[in-house]
């Protein structure tokens, strides 16, 4: 029974040496660790959130990217003197040109164009005598900065999605709450409400919206927020029904809270995290379906534009200038991968358990 | 009674680490079990103290991330040539223990009969599939074995049960099937996770009773994984105590229960609910297991530990021998050590156990 | 399970129901409606009134309008084809949308499904996080974005396959848009298969499975895949759907003659007549597509299946 430990076989637990002594032999006077449970130490439960969202590489890219290319639609479209809907015919066209990249020969302003010859490469700002003039992502067929209006279309894009995923939270969120808060018939027929508003299609609802007001944000926002709220609402329901019956709240019950207090004082602070998760998710979804629209030219009116109508714009001319949809169609699926990476590293973050032991 | 003389699992040195995202847990640090042909053992501990891991070990069914570091577990078995064989199960490739151990020559009878039966597929099939499985048991065969097997487990209808499915059960019947499940292929070892503690308490004294009738019938080994000395007191011939990955005190029945000699031991009988008790309060060992990603340099115990010497919180303590078959971990059994009683509530307690038994004439 | 049935047969014929009383309420109020034409004499508006019989009581006149619907009588079109009958332009066009979208469906469902296994099975291997990868960049990548990618590579570049969808090679010009299309419906169940495979794969019951001595093959069809497939087919009616969403623009990118073309165009056009009669035909394929979604779920699990009628 005295068998020792190989050592080499324990790579982790170094062999304890010690020899002890006789006057090791003596009962501990200091027993006041005693009660003391060290094991769980008081760590609140958001720094433990955040420790493992940050540790988590591809959620801190997401959130880098999602900050950059915020920080870029605010002010990338003053960075240089273009207007977003400014036009200049004569600058039509042309491929990216930068100060300095151009020196070492990308970014110098020329393209490859198919004429009857073969390819051939061809440099317009070199052609059309522009030599000072520089489009950093190009510019598009009626000569409008590509950089300028990436920017401020992805300002377009941001403020939808922001705006309807907090709408749709609102929403959502309540009538999640109530529906599972008073449950029995309420949540019944609220249920039976939102089993029918989910079995119509999201194409159907933004259609028909898109028959009664005129395309435009605002009517993007609305059909956003008629089709995202049940996601939303189930999963604050689900959240209410798992925590409607633990002691803080029926403490709260028994204290005489009111309904409404209990709601939204007490179980909302607790279920913040999958909601916000949930708005994670549906902030990528909000600006694909403002990008669809916009491709089949439902969505934002010209002069304006988001990213949406940016790649349908460079789709017309795909083969010919494929920089010109280069642009948009990056920043956009940057953009939505970032969302969702954030979301992702978010719900691990919160919910260890699926990935444990 | 059977022949306790043949050894059929002996797990030496076991010692295994998990990896995990927090850093490495060192959960079995060095633990020695053996059981013969026919007993009874029981694993006694905290949860989180590493019984289950043990056990999974001997199965083969430890997770992925698991690490072991050093230790052999090895099974002594009639192999197909008749012949008696030993192997050290934890050599052996995964295929090779599913195909000649698992089922075969040793089951488990997993904690929660709500969770350990598969949802989709009905309770004759899962019965019969290791036999099929095992043995290519021609399906007719297997259905009258199945019916049988759930003859003996105690279900009536036996036949109709057959095409239930699990959801269709009340708990207790599901642990029913389990244990017809463990014993579709004659094993000669089983495994019982804490068998019981998902059950009500009115089931579970008769799943023990199940247990305890089909050991008697077939001659089988069984090892208890349980929390509750209660059921071990029922049941076991052996205890090994265990506490943070290892063994602290092991022993005959009557040993650990009459003469325990480690504070963690004291602290487990202190703690089992007892009508009869005199002192109104009821006793729990201060904190909780510690959390092995931080590994004491000494006693594991010594930070819940009322009797606790200097000397724990530097080294470990050895397996000190008591008897022949009792051994346990503690200092205090060190010949410089100062002489400390066990407490007084729990030695009046042990006196009017032995007394009861004496009495009522039971094992203990 | 009759019961269960019961239930989802008739939500399904409820919401029907609401989505034709929003489409006839919309049929009333839109300015641009064959019966609102100013151009039209006192006379003639009667005389299309007595016809349509608009005449009647509105709750007549509903219910006119819905055994029209159903029986697949949508009126004609006013803008795009002038006086076609609108079920002759969709009877042409449907069959395009619904291969390419069945051939996305299955390849998606059956890529997703493999992939998110493999995931699963070799979990934090070098091939789960290529899988993981994937499926992100497939569910954060829009579908038409992938269509253009594959366009320009395939099409535009490479010559493999023709860029403009062609009915004389129906199957060829099928398999840029199918794949383009199944892209999210892939991504999306190789995420979801991978996280129900590790739930299953940590459930107890696997454990008793694996601890009969059941391994390798028999382990993962038998009892992982059967129980991660019940969620699974849940999120396959709503990715469905997506598809459709997603096919207006791929549709557009490789000009397939499909009802995702026409209703852009009917939307542009102000065709209502056309519009509203597509959104109903894709709310009854979206609410047949749940119901059998619904049912196929209570075959597979039986705890529905079983479920007392009188529950």
Request: glycine fraction near 6%; proline fraction near 4%; aromatic fraction near 8%.
């Amino acid at each position: 029974m005295f068998k020792k430990k190989k050592a080499a076989a324990s790579p982790i637990a170094a062999v304890n040496t010690y020899v002890p002594v006789d006057t090791d032999f003596v009962l501990k006077d200091d027993l006041s660790d005693l009660e003391i449970d060290t094991n769980f130490k008081a760590q609140s439960f958001w720094k433990e959130v955040s420790y493992r969202f940050f540790r988590k590489g591809s959620a801190v890219f997401g959130m880098i990217m999602i900050l950059l290319i915020t920080v870029m639609a605010i002010i990338g479209p003053s960075m240089n003197d273009y207007t977003y809907s400014g036009q200049n015919l004569a600058e039509k066209s042309l491929a990216p040109r930068v100060q300095g990249l151009e020196k070492i020969g990308i970014f110098d302003g020329s393209e490859k164009m198919n004429t009857i010859n073969g390819v051939q490469i061809v440099n317009n700002y070199k052609d059309k005598g522009l030599d000072d003039t520089y489009y950093w992502f190009g510019s598009d067929n009626f000569g409008r900065d590509i950089w300028t209006r990436t920017w401020h279309g992805a300002r377009v894009s941001l403020i939808i999605a922001v705006v309807a995923a907090v709408i749709d939270m609102i929403i959502g969120m309540s009538y999640g709450l109530i529906s599972g808060y008073f449950g029995g018939k309420t949540d019944m027929v609220m249920q039976r409400i939102l089993e029918i508003a989910n079995s119509i299609p999201r194409l159907v609802i933004v259609t028909l919206l898109l028959l009664v007001f005129k395309p435009g944000m605002l009517t993007i926002i609305i059909a956003l927020m008629l089709t995202e709220w049940v996601g939303m609402s189930r999963i604050a329901r689900a959240e209410m029904l798992k925590l409607k019956e633990q002691e803080f709240v029926l403490a709260s019950r028994t204290l005489g809270a009111g309904s409404f207090h209990i709601i939204f004082r007490e179980v909302l602070p607790n279920i913040i995290g999958p909601i916000i998760t949930q708005v994670m998710f549906s902030i990528p979804t909000a600006i694909f379906t403002e990008a669809f629209l916009s491709f089949v030219g439902l969505g934002i009116p010209v002069p304006q534009c988001s990213l949406g109508s940016l790649i349908s714009d460079g789709f017309n001319s795909f083969t010919t200038h494929p920089y010109q949809i280069v642009a948009p169609i990056l920043v956009m699926a940057l953009l939505m991968l970032s969302f969702n990476l954030v979301a992702d590293g978010l719900r691990e973050a919160l919910d260890p358990k699926m990935k444990g032991m | 009674m059977a022949e306790y003389n043949e050894k059929i699992l002996d797990i030496k040195n076991l010692d295994i680490t998990f990896k995990t995202i927090a850093g490495p847990i060192h959960a079995i640090r060095g633990i020695n079990v053996d059981l013969m042909k026919g007993e009874t053992v029981a694993i006694v501990g905290e949860s989180g103290s590493g019984k289950s891991v043990t056990m999974k070990a001997a199965m083969g069914i430890l997770a992925q991330n698991a690490v072991v570091n050093s230790g052999t577990i090895e099974f002594t078995y009639i192999g197909d040539n008749g012949e008696k064989e030993t192997v050290d199960i934890l050599k052996q490739s995964k295929t090779w223990i599913r195909k000649n151990i698992n089922g075969r020559r040793i089951s488990m009878v997993f904690q929660d009969p709500m969770t350990s039966l598969d949802p989709t597929m009905n309770i004759g099939k899962q019965i019969m599939e290791g036999m099929i499985w095992h043995y290519k048991t021609p399906k007719q065969e297997a259905y009258d074995k199945a019916v049988q097997l759930l003859k003996e487990v105690g279900i009536e209808d036996a036949e109709k049960r057959m095409k239930n499915y699990p959801h269709q059960l009340s708990g207790g019947m599901r642990q029913r099937v389990v244990i017809a499940i463990a014993l579709a292929c004659d094993p000669d070892l089983l495994i019982c996770d804490e068998p019981t503690t998902a059950l009500d308490v009115t089931i579970q004294a008769k799943i023990l009773e199940l247990i305890k009738k089909v050991q008697r019938e077939r001659g089988i080994s069984v090892i208890y994984i349980t929390h509750d000395l209660g059921v071990v007191a029922k049941v076991a011939d052996y205890v090994n105590v265990m506490y943070a990955g290892k063994i602290v005190e092991t022993g005959k029945i009557n040993e650990i229960y009459y003469d325990p000699r480690h504070p963690y031991t004291w602290g487990l009988l202190s703690a089992m609910p007892d009508l009869d008790t005199d002192d109104d309060r009821l006793y729990t060992i201060p904190g909780s297991p510690p959390n092995l990603i931080r590994e004491p340099a000494g006693d594991a115990f010594a930070m819940r530990n009322r009797q606790a010497l200097v000397v724990d919180d530097k080294v470990d303590a050895p397996m000190f021998k008591i008897t022949d078959t009792h051994y346990a971990a503690t200092w205090l059994l060190d010949p410089r050590a100062p002489k400390v009683e066990m407490p007084i509530e729990l030695k009046h307690r042990i006196e009017r156990m032995k007394k009861e038994a004496e009495d009522y004439g039971s094992t203990i | 399970m009759k019961k269960y049935v019961a239930k989802r047969v008739i939500t399904a014929i409820f919401t029907l129901l609401v989505i034709l009383l929003v489409l006839f309420i919309l049929m009333q109020l839109m300015p641009g409606s064959p019966f609102n034409d100013e151009k039209l004499t006192a006379d003639q508006k009667a005389a299309l009134y007595a016809k349509y019989g608009l005449d009647q009581p509105v709750v007549v006149q509903f219910f006119h309008y819905v055994v029209n619907m159903l029986r697949g009588d949508f009126g004609v079109s006013y803008k795009i084809s002038k006086n076609t009958p609108i079920a002759q332009l969709i009877a042409v066009r449907l069959p395009v949308s619904i291969a390419i979208g069945g051939y996305a469906v299955a390849l998606g469902a059956l890529v997703g499904l493999i992939l998110g296994l493999i995931a699963a099975l070799r979990r934090d291997t070098i091939l789960d996080t290529l899988c993981t990868v994937i499926s992100v960049i497939g569910v954060s990548v829009p579908s038409y974005v992938f269509a253009l990618a594959l366009s320009f590579q395939f099409g535009y570049k490479w010559h493999l396959f023709p860029m403009l969808y062609n009915t004389a090679e129906a199957l060829n010009s099928s398999v840029l848009p199918s794949v383009s299309l199944s892209m999210f419906t892939m991504a999306s169940i190789a995420r979801f298969t991978r996280t129900e495979m590790l739930e299953v794969m940590g459930s107890e019951y696997m454990l008793l499975a694996e601890s009969k001595g059941i391994s390798g093959g028999a382990l993962i069809f038998r009892h992982a895949l059967r129980n991660a497939l019940i969620p699974i087919i849940t999120v396959l009616a709503p990715l469905i759907v997506d598809l459709m969403t997603g096919s207006l623009v791929v549709e557009k990118i490789f000009s397939i003659p499909g009802v995702g073309s026409l209703l852009v165009n009917a939307i542009q056009s102000n065709d209502y007549n056309v519009v509203i009669s597509l959104s109903f035909i894709y709310s009854a394929m979206y609410i047949a597509i749940m119901l059998v979604v619904d049912i196929l779920y209570g075959i597979i699990d039986p705890r529905i299946r079983l479920a007392k009628d009188d529950a």
